[in-house]
């Protein structure tokens, strides 16, 4: 047992390493692929426009595909381009059968409507797990959808690859968002948890949060969970990714988590780092989708 004296230290879980052995398994899987029916999983990846932030994260997913023997297909159309010619493009890449997951970067710019889009998307082809239809069957229960959504799925993958069970558990989300929130809560309560979502409209976020045996933060807002919030032991995973001013680094600032970290890490039992917890997971988990897409035809 601990001595009173004794300080915690949380377990830092590794998102880059764990998120690297993800991708070693992925690359194992695609030449084998490769060997047994001389085909490899194809990602098309569509980006509209140049917005920089969206094109470093193109830059990163295609870099990725490389790494693991995966077809990349780089369309990149431009900022002007109308609604209807894009989706046309996504039905093209619906009926090419090199192509087994399609990402549409978001987001889209003002004159497009984005609902629209992304469900034109073959949900064969969905691997952003965003197609109306797989949300729908992760909601229910005893249904199962052909692809989980890349980040909610990478937080479940940490806390298993970290040895941490989920039946059981009280889990607490933080943010309710289509991208994380809601269907990392959906995931969760498949994984037998009890799962409550704290939102802007929880009148006392404080003691919900401080009954978690897990915490999945993704408000977006920096630092906004203090170590008093902690249950002691808890696992936090902070999908939260802010810029804060620091005029010590170069870019003039620094990116911090929805979590105090350097405080956190000394009630919980196990936190994930920002950046290095849950960004590389995302990206490992768009790979590992379009591997399953591509099986699903491949090996028919």
């Known amino acids: 047992m601990e001595s009173p004296s004794t300080e915690r230290k949380a377990v830092i879980i590794d998102g880059k390493a764990i998120a690297?052995?993800?991708?070693?398994e992925i690359a194992d899987e695609v030449r084998v692929l490769s060997q047994n029916?001389?085909?490899?999983?194809?990602?098309?990846?569509?980006?509209v426009g140049n917005r920089k932030d969206s094109q470093s994260y193109v830059t990163m997913k295609r870099m990725a595909c490389a790494e693991v023997g995966i077809k990349s297909f780089d369309i990149d159309?431009?900022?002007?381009?109308?609604?209807d010619e894009l989706i046309n493009k996504v039905h093209e890449l619906n009926a090419n059968p090199d192509v087994h997951g399609i990402l549409v970067q978001l987001p889209l710019p003002k004159h497009i409507n984005e609902e629209r889009v992304l469900s034109e998307i073959s949900i064969e082809k969905d691997v952003d797990g965003f197609h109306p239809l797989n949300i729908g069957k992760l909601a229910m229960k005893g249904r199962e959808p052909l692809f989980q959504p890349c980040t909610p799925k990478g937080c479940l993958e940490l806390l298993t690859r970290s040895g941490i069970s989920v039946k059981g558990k009280n889990a607490v989300v933080v943010g309710r968002s289509n991208i994380v929130g809601l269907p990392v809560s959906l995931l969760l309560l498949k994984a037998d948890a009890t799962v409550t979502i704290v939102h802007s409209h929880t009148s006392d976020p404080e003691s919900v949060i401080r009954e978690a045996d897990i915490v999945i933060a993704a408000a977006g807002q920096a630092m906004m969970i203090k170590s008093g919030w902690i249950k002691p032991g808890a696992a936090v995973i902070d999908v939260g990714t802010n810029a804060v001013d620091d005029p010590s680094k170069k870019s003039g600032y620094r990116l911090v988590g929805d979590v105090d970290f350097q405080e956190a890490c000394k009630v919980a039992g196990w936190i994930t780092p920002v950046p290095g917890g849950v960004g590389p997971m995302t990206v490992a988990m768009l790979l590992k989708n379009t591997l399953d897409g591509a099986k699903r035809v491949i090996q028919q």
């Open 77 to 83: 159309l431009p900022e002007n381009v109308l609604e």
């Open 20 to 24: 690297q052995t993800i991708r070693s």
């Open 37 to 47: 029916y001389g085909k490899v999983p194809g990602l098309a990846v569509v980006i």
